[in-house]
C-alpha cells in the first residue's frame, strides 16, 4: 500500500477536484465565523460545527476535555477498512478583539477568524466531504477534531492538549493555520513569564526609607543584566532550522512617583528554545537565576512561569511527509520547500505530547490577531483539495 503511482494520484486528485464544493465551503465559514468566539467562549462555534457536521449525517462527539463550557467536536469518516487514520484539527477560539462578522467578495472571505483559524478549519472539513464524496480514503479513516483554549494569553491549549493524553489523535495530523509558503519541521518552545520582586514594608518616602532595606528597582536592574547574560550563554544553542533559544524581557514596571521608594518590581518577557530540549530543565535554570539574587538580595522573588507549547520538530522521513508532498506535488507540481515554524501552534503539542507527525498547512490568508483577517477563496478550496488527497493517499497505508 501507499505506493501510488503519479497516474493513479492524477486520477485520485481529479475524482476529488469535482466533489470540492466551494458554495458548501463558504457556507460552512460564514457558519463559524458569523459566531462570536472568543478564546475560552467558543462554544457557539462549536456547537454551530457539531451542528452542520450531524447534518452531513456524521455521528458528532461532544468531549469536554476539561473544559465543560465549550466542548470539543470530534467526527470520523471511516471507510470501515482497516488503515490508517489521518486527523484534521482547528481552534474555533480567536483573539480577544471586537468582533467582525462575515464578508466576502469574488477573491476573499473576510471576518473573525477568517484567517486564524475558521477559515482553514472549513476547507478542512470540506476535505473531508469531498473525499467522502469520491469515496475516499478506500482504507483507514479521517478524524476531524476542534477545540477551544488556544489563542494565549486566554487559553494555553489545554483543551487540545487533554483530547490527546486521552487518545484522541490520529496516527498523523494535518493542521489548517494560515501558512502555506514552506513545510515547516521546526520550531521553538515558548513560555511566557512574569517576574515579580518584592521587598518588605509599604511604599515609603525616599528620605524616610530604612538603611539597608533592599531597593528593588536596583535588583530589577540586576535581574535584567544577568538574563542578559543568561541569553548571551543561551546563542550557543541553534538549531539550523529554527533559530537559537533565549530569553527576552518586554516589559518593566515599578513605582509611581519620582521620590518615593516601591516595594514591589514587576517585569514580563518570553523564554523559547529549540528542539530536544527538556522544557522543566529550561524552566529550572530560568527560576535558578532568579532565587540566586533573592537570596543575595534579601528580597522575594516569584515567577510565574507558563508554557505556551514546547518545541515542534517533524520527521521529514514519515510517511505523512511523503504524503502530503505528493498530493502537493499533484495540485502545484512541485513539493513544498521546507522551512522554519514562525510561531507555535498545537502541531507542538502533537509532537511533544502525542509523538505523532503534524503537518502544519492553511490557506493564504492574513490579518490574523488583527480586525482585518481574510483568506483567499481559491487558496481554501486548494487547501480542501490537498487534505482530501493526502488522506487518500495516506489512509489505506497498512
Ligand atoms: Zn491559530
Redesign the pocket.
Known amino acids: 500500500m501507499g505506493t501510488s503511482g503519479v497516474g493513479e494520484i492524477e486520477g485520485m486528485s481529479a475524482r476529488i477536484a469535482t466533489r470540492v464544493d466551494r458554495r458548501r465551503m463558504l457556507a460552512i465559514a460564514r457558519r463559524l465565523i458569523s459566531v462570536h468566539s472568543p478564546t475560552g467562549e467558543a462554544g457557539g462555534a462549536a456547537e454551530a460545527l457539531s451542528g452542520l457536521l450531524e447534518a452531513e449525517g456524521f455521528a458528532v462527539d461532544r468531549p469536554e476535555a476539561d473544559h465543560p463550557k465549550s466542548p470539543a467536536v470530534v467526527a470520523r469518516l471511516d471507510s470501515g477498512t482497516p488503515g490508517r487514520t489521518l486527523q484534521f484539527d482547528?481552534?474555533l477560539d480567536t483573539v480577544h478583539l471586537p468582533f467582525v462578522p462575515f464578508g466576502k467578495d469574488e477573491a476573499q472571505i473576510t471576518g473573525s477568524g477568517s484567517c486564524?483559524?475558521k477559515g482553514g478549519l472549513a476547507a478542512a472539513v470540506e476535505g473531508m466531504l469531498a473525499a467522502r464524496d469520491a469515496g475516499m480514503p478506500e482504507a483507514g479513516s479521517i478524524l476531524l477534531t476542534a477545540h477551544d483554549l488556544?489563542?494565549a494569553p486566554w487559553g494555553f491549549g489545554a483543551q487540545f492538549d487533554r483530547l490527546l493524553v486521552d487518545g484522541v489523535v490520529g496516527d498523523a495530523v494535518l493542521i489548517p493555520?494560515?501558512l502555506c509558503d514552506r513545510l515547516p519541521v521546526s520550531g521553538r518552545g515558548q513560555a511566557c513569564w512574569k517576574v515579580t520582586i518584592r521587598r518588605e514594608g509599604p511604599p515609603i518616602h525616599e528620605v524616610m526609607r530604612p538603611q539597608g532595606d533592599p531597593k528593588v528597582i536596583a535588583v530589577g536592574a540586576e535581574l535584567i543584566r544577568r538574563l542578559g547574560e543568561l541569553d548571551s550563554r543561551l546563542s550557543g544553542e541553534v538549531n539550523p532550522v529554527a533559530g537559537r533559544s533565549s530569553v527576552f524581557v518586554g516589559q518593566v514596571h515599578a513605582g509611581e512617583i519620582y521620590n518615593q521608594d516601591p516595594p514591589i518590581f514587576w517585569m514580563e518577557g518570553t523564554r523559547r528554545w529549540i528542539p530536544g530540549q527538556d522544557r522543566r530543565e529550561v524552566e529550572a535554570g530560568f527560576r535558578a537565576v532568579l532565587d540566586a539574587l533573592a537570596a543575595e538580595t534579601g528580597t522575594t522573588i516569584e515567577a510565574d512561569y507558563q508554557l505556551v507549547r514546547d518545541a515542534f520538530a517533524l520527521d521529514v522521513a514519515s510517511p505523512l511527509v511523503a504524503d502530503f508532498q505528493r498530493a502537493y506535488t499533484a495540485l502545484s507540481g512541485a513539493p513544498l520547500s521546507t522551512g522554519p515554524k514562525p510561531f507555535v501552534?498545537d502541531g507542538n503539542s502533537v509532537w511533544a505530547l502525542a509523538g505523532v507527525p503534524c503537518v502544519t498547512h492553511g490557506p493564504r490568508a492574513g490579518g490574523?490577531h488583527t480586525v482585518g483577517e481574510w483568506a483567499s477563496i481559491d487558496d481554501l478550496a486548494r487547501v480542501a483539495h490537498l487534505y482530501a488527497l493526502t488522506a487518500a493517499l495516506y489512509c489505506p497505508r497498512g
Open positions: 482547528g481552534h486564524d483559524m488556544h489563542e493555520e494560515p501552534d490574523q
